[in-house]
């Protein structure tokens, strides 16, 4: 081999060498890119799909808005413990009954096994009265218009002309 | 007509060289440019088809549709239909034995925070090409854009 052949002949492997190793890295990189765009294509699709939540979120939160304002009305404070408590006497005495608050407590929430119950106002009466007007009270109980529940109730009384006399627990769910 | 012995000694005529001279030359300038010549061409073809096939697959690839999981909030809006009636009624009733509107209550600033969300994790096509998907809930139609809610009421 003369030296013009062993010159081409390492020119010709240099040029082999160099173009193996653009031809690879070529390869590399479509492969690389390949993998970004699946990357990208999954971060797009989530961000779709978040974004089509937001806005159905801001959709239903609008559409809604005065529902859960009405709603809102349906619930108790804890500020307002007091006011409506002045309220229920208030209603008592316009009905003449004699009205005696013996419990007044706000019930903490709890989360028990993933289920949340809100806190809640826990109030206790006992109460005397005409039959009427004890009934009436009763009926005025019921007719909160809260979130509330009436867990027991007690009444005394058999005869028209009798003084009835009674209890009652009211149970109130406080705007958490 | 040419038979299989003449192919064959056509074959060693060629093999040997110069009858039967050992061929001492280490480069065949017209063999190797057209082994060159076919491995370039074998090269092209292939890499074109290579390249062909990566193409379509990124291609197939870009339009598919992914899926993936979105969260939903369930609206249940027949239920406070319900709880509305209720509690409007509830609170006539109240208003004609008391003959007074409704007791206490100044009304609270609703923060996020008190508002009760439920999230279910429902599994949805969502195509990348759309912008906006398709609304499942009936109360959200009709609205248009996105801005940022307000929950003051």
């Keep these: 081999m003369n030296k013009r052949s062993k010159t081409i002949l390492m020119v010709a492997t240099i040029y082999s060498l160099v173009f193996a190793g653009l031809l690879v890295n070529g390869v590399y990189l479509i492969s690389a890119e390949g993998a970004k765009l699946e990357t990208t294509k999954t971060q797009i ?95 005025l109980l019921e007719s909160i218009p809260y979130h509330t529940e009436i867990p027991k109730v007690t009444l005394a009384g058999s005869g028209s002309g009798e003084e009835w006399t009674g209890s009652a627990q009211l149970r109130l769910t406080i705007k958490p | 007509m040419i038979e ?28 190797e440019w057209l082994i060159g010549l076919s491995g370039v061409t074998v090269g092209i073809i292939g890499g074109s088809i290579f390249a062909l096939l990566v193409y379509h697959s990124y291609s197939l690839s870009a339009r598919d549709v992914m899926t993936v999981a979105e969260t939903v909030v369930p609206y249940k809006a027949v239920l406070v239909e319900q709880a509305l009636d209720t509690y409007l009624e509830k609170r006539r009733v109240y208003e004609s034995l008391t003959g007074v509107s409704t007791p206490v209550l100044p009304q609270t600033e609703l923060s996020p925070s008190n508002t009760s969300i439920i999230d279910v994790m429902a599994t949805t096509s969502v195509d990348t090409s759309v912008s906006e998907g398709e609304d499942s809930l009936s109360e959200n139609e009709g609205n248009e854009g996105v801005s940022t809610p307000d929950l003051a009421i």
């Design chain 1, 45 to 139: 699709s989530e961000h779709a799909a978040k974004e089509i939540a937001y806005t159905r979120m801001v959709d239903l939160l609008e559409s809604t808005k005065e529902d859960r304002a009405t709603l809102q009305q349906f619930f108790i404070t804890e500020n307002d413990t007091i006011s409506f408590l002045a309220t229920i006497e208030d209603a008592a005495k316009k009905n003449s009954i004699e009205l005696k608050t013996n419990e007044l407590a706000v019930i903490p929430g709890t989360t028990k096994d993933s289920i949340t119950t809100p806190p809640a106002l826990a109030i206790s009466f006992s109460f005397a009265g005409s039959e009427v007007s004890v009934k009436k009270f009763l009926r």
């Design chain 2, 4 to 31: 299989t012995k003449d192919i064959v000694k056509m074959v060693k005529h060629i093999v040997r060289h110069d009858n039967g001279v050992p061929d001492t030359r280490i480069m065949h300038p017209m063999r």
